[in-house]
């Protein structure tokens, strides 16, 4: 990197320019950095040594190679931590503790190394094949599994190749390493994370995942693997150390910290978060008075099922009730589906049956101009409804106030898929906590509703309608779970709402 060159050279003068400054915003600081040669990350390291105040995302202080979490140990800091929407760290930290390897990836950075990194390769793909043919029995291995622990000849080869790959770079440090570099950044963290593996984390084994495309993407050698995979299958594999618990990683950080303070909306129940994120038992939890009055937002209840296999014959009664609140009070609507595909097919419904209502969508794979021109769409005179992903982009963080959102649709209970993984989350929450169910898809799923209701009142005089639109959000285990100033002190306003031919399952 041209940045780097004398960068401490630079420095002095770049850090008294970016000190006059003062307020460091990402612009300023670039500025800053780049009028001088420097590179601008490195450049907001130096500079939280002088400052008062730091905002950043979550990794900064929580990830495994998190900075401020490093220069407050070094420097002995007092540091007041505050988290923002902290009700996506547990999710957040999750994934900055797991890690995967690919077979894939292994075989497509082997033609790029040199021959000492190849005999260490080699090695490691030799008990890929091991580990992928496995116990074949009579059927064959399972092409999913949980695996108890890794196999120590397969930590072991990864060791040596990673040792391998570490004297290379130290003896080319000029060299440009191209795919080399990544692979081995994957291959260390993965090997950190092997060594800290316990029952906070799932070791996976995907026997069919990543294969290799017809890419040019060359083969095992034959010497190296002892029953040749078919070359349909090259590539085929996949191991994840899936972290489920963070508490234990982030124990350090916690206590490093002389005030952690979390803010969320929804930090209910306490027990949830306190016990996922490890906090200490000295921590005190403070409901703040909300600042919106109960009849602000008129909360009902659609009494259809929107599970998999009844959402066909239920789908014309949920967009007519759609239709029906976009007549009663015309306006800008968010409408929240559980997937993509259940979105589409509720869209198109709606455009058949009420093709007067216009109609926007989130797509996949939206992009940052794409995502402002969704949120353009709803302005004050407008009206029409935009149909998003619950847990997606919108779902949160979406300040439309005024008439610029009026209701929204909630066309699903929130709960992650019923798939083997979380079949397997379920089971250790249930070991680790007795209330595996509630942890791995209730409270997560209510956690996306109320903050996908939360988009329609902002402010001090917004009012709006939210719909339920689920016939389980009748049941008192998840109207305990909903916001407690939506209705009045002991109960909450969720009516069944009235459809002469609402389908009732």
Known sequence: CPLAHGFYDRLPAARAAAAQAGWLQPAALRSVALAHGVCPYYLGHEMVRWADVVVGDYNYYFDRSAMLYAMTVQMGWRVAVLVDEAHNLYARA???YSADLTHAEALAVRPLVTPAIRGRLDALLN???FLLAGDAGDGGPPPWELL????EDWVRALQKLNTAIAEHLNDHPTDAHGALLPFYFRTLGFAALAEALADHSLCELDRL???VPDSGAAAPAQAVIDAPLQPDDWGAGRLALRNVVPAPFLASRIAAADTLVLFSATLYPQDYDHNLLGLPDSTRHIDVPTPFAPAQLAVRVVPVSTQRGRRAG????LVDAMARQFARQPGNYLAFFSSFDYLAMARDRLAQRHPHIPVWQQSRRMDEPGRQVFLDSFVETGQGIGFAVLGGVFGEGVDLPGRRLVGAFIATLGLPQFDRVNAAVCARM???FGRGHDYTYVYPGIQKVVQAAGRVV????????VLLMDQRYREARYQTLLPAWWGAVGHLPLFDWGLESATMD
């Open 127 to 129: 008990q890929w094949q």
């Open 458 to 465: 902002r402010t001090e005089t917004d009012t709006g309608t």
């Open 209 to 211: 995942a990543n294969p």
């Open 94 to 96: 999750c994934s900055m």
């Open 430 to 432: 249930e070991a680790r």
């Open 148 to 151: 108890d622990t890794l196999p």
């Open 314 to 317: 239920t789908l014309d009664t």
